[in-house]
């Protein structure tokens, strides 16, 4: 049974810094593709950010040098550092692996 916990998520002014992560089991996120969506109110979710097993990275256009994806295998953890924090980069980030979720942290940015 896959298990996905974020942690991290808070309350922030612009231009400050995150750093989320994602506790899993039931996988072992070294051997796999994992990622971070987000979802703001009234809007659809949203990729963020991937990383493959062979750590290559992929991010949204909107979080391009403000965000990095990373993972620490002997922690089984994934994290997003997020940088130059902006109000729209206000959701809830999920971390992702296959159809699994976890349940989320709310990221507030205020201006």
């Known amino acids: 049974q896959v298990q996905l916990v974020e942690s991290g998520g808070g309350l922030v002014q612009t231009g400050g810094s995150l750093r989320l992560s994602c506790a899993a089991s039931g996988i072992i996120v070294g051997f796999n593709a994992m990622g971070w969506y987000r979802q703001a109110p009234g809007k659809e979710h949203e990729l963020v950010a991937t990383?493959?097993?062979?750590?290559?990275?992929n991010y949204a256009d909107s979080v391009k040098g403000r965000f990095t994806i990373s993972r620490n295998n002997a922690k089984n953890s994934v994290y997003l550092q997020m940088n130059s924090l902006k109000p729209e980069d206000t959701a809830v980030y999920y971390c992702?692996?296959?159809?699994?979720w976890g349940q989320g942290t709310q990221v507030t940015v205020s201006s």
């Open positions: 992702n692996y296959g159809d699994n």
């Open positions: 990383i493959t097993s062979g750590g290559s990275t």
